[in-house]
């Protein structure tokens, strides 16, 4: 047993920690907040020069096929920004879902890319109806002269307005099962995305209007087998995304603990107060939750233990803290914490955006359940 | 990172060797629930006699050096013997034991070599049990406020007080007591630990009725005793840790008591309850496929695996070396408030069947009502719930100017 980071992942997390704060300080982050926005193409490209789009590719297509538990180290540090952007989306759940999902050629003439920064990968599942199992997904892709056809709506995409191609699920059966998995050009004639306002950060509404998809399009050689692929990417993906979560956590309890010193009111600094250290109590130990659970998770994964109820517990857990941690923080600060330019409502925005993103605390609670076999 | 142990072929023949020396010692019944009192103290001596048995081979208290009758084993070894106690319903120690842990650990510190060599010996090799007593009827969450005396007089130091909510079922052979050597002096420098005998003329014990049920066997038993001191004389060899220094070595025992230690091993009112709901219908249907009791299931499964994780941090940081700032209080405060917030939740799941003991309609061996109690009590030993928050806002450095430094332990 030995829960520290390796010496590895310690250089990696003092670099990721040094990018952010260097291209990503402060000011950067809240001008990230308007819906307007985008990742500067520098900062994409300095990142992508360092490897950290392509740490989940194989080494031969131009990745560093790293271990999930170093991916998280760097997801971690992201997160304490938190850094929005397709990080995410394109270098974790879009990789693995390519990985799981495609052929060899698909892999060899998408990923080489991916890793490089040049594509940007956005998978698009939920629909309006905002379900996260296979029974959400109801849109269409009819088949005619070597194309499908997508005609309707997914929602609350994540990065959708930055990618250069969508993975879309798509019914293309009868049973519940049925999806396939498209990949659209995000450029392609009918294709649309924007991003959706209001306390969201960086999901996106995109439309489909008459987009004709090349069959080679389809992932993998066969219909109908998108969803298991989904599920596999899913399983790996989660926790890099916890980690970020953790990350956000981590921030937002040393931003607390910081102003908790400086902060004066009645003549002394107000952590003396119970009150306001019970708030940053109950945010520590959320904080901690999340990690453990996480990390756990992690190294599940890693070990090729079955994983599947520890990586559900720790979406459910981190999410929860990820929120519980802006509300106690918001406790914490008060007005200050209100105040766009401070730093505390970029993390309010992301943890109520990843709260249900990818699976709510009681949707990964009863997943867990199943697994577990109750 | 990893979170496994990984045996050596050494270890693995260790844990063969532990199992089946387990299998051969291990009186039959002893994880008995006792029938009444007389069997509860038949059972205490047997669990006696095992503890006895264990510390004939130093693996009563493992960790503990050898030179003073512990094991002297590392932690994998360590963890192996309690893994495999584990599998059997045990603990290490087999009953409730103050010595070891927390006396000993602090003795280990702040003790003399004689007091080493004449204390640790007959606690590690399970001849003594050791209570320990902290709270007085005027200080609990105010440790440094006990005004139990024990004044100088020759050789000796002469005890008066009143010691409350001590120890457990049965009595004990050794007291682990803090005390006031200098009354009217100045506070947090005016205390002093002892280790004396318990059968020293003066000494009385009076049970307490209070909420818990159980008794001797694990590590929590809940049976809890009022000790009476008068003008009880001591040798001056049994005070610990230099006169009126007893403030510092404290920190040592809370420390430990605290949760520093972390721990490792299943929660066997989850394991239980699961098999209960899995079991038991309401309406006809399990209520474990109830789609309203299977999701408080879940927070309660989810809060028993966060324990365990802070748990397993713990035991690492400890015996990894590593660095600690507010860890073994947030794992008392984990435990103490999940267990509290376990009573309301059992009862939401699984209604007042969680509140009998009658063996048709409550549940087996009454675990739930057990539960209900006893999570409703551990609010408050070795530090209240709300006084393992005031050690961890210090420890993080809540509200302290940059000159403090943050997370240091004092």
Redesign the interface.
Known sequence: ?????TESQELLRSAARAFVEREAPGHVIVGLQREDSRLPAALWRKAAELGWLGVLVPAEYGGSESAL?DVAVLFEELGRGPLPGPFFSSGVLGTLTVLEAASQAQRRAILPAVASGETVLSVAITEPNASWGASGITLRAPRADGHYRLDGAKVFVSDATEATHLIAAVRTGTQAEDISLLLVDARAPGVRARRLPGLLAGQCEVTFDGVAVETAGLLGERENRGWAALERALLRAWPVLCSYMVGGCQAVFELS?AH??ERVQFG???????R???H??RL??HL??AR??T??A???LD?GHPAADAVH?AK??SSEAYLEACNAAHEVHAGQGSLVEYGLVPHTRMSRTLFSYLGDP?WH??R??DV?E? | MDFEVTYTDEQQRFRGEVRAWLAANVPAGITRKPVDDADSLARYRELRAFGRKLGERGWLYPRAPKPYGGGGLDVDHTIILEEEADRLGLTLPPYYDSGGRLGGATILVWGTEEQKQAFLPPIYRGEVRTWQLLTEPGAGSDLAGVTTAAIRDGDEYVITGQKIFVGSDHGTDRIWMIACTQPGGKRHENLSWFMIDANLPGITVQPMEILGTGGEGGSDPVQKNTVFFDQVRVPAFTLVGGENNGWKAASTHLELEHGAGGRIGRNRVWDRLLAYCQQTKRDGVRLVEQQDTRDVLADIYIKTQVMRLFGLRNFWLTYAKQPRSYEGPQLSYYRKMTGLWMTGAILEAVGPAALTTDPTWGSPEAFLEQQQRNGIIAVHPGGTADIQRVSMARRIGIGRGAREAAGTVH
Not at chain 1, 1 to 5: F, K, P
């Open positions: 047993m030995d829960l520290a980071l538990t603990v908790s010193r002394v600094p107000i952590g003396r107060f119970q306001v250290q019970d940053i109590i520590v130990n901690d939750a453990w659970t990390a756990e992690l190294w599940k070990a517990m459910a857990v009681r609670k009863r867990m359940a577990l109750w």
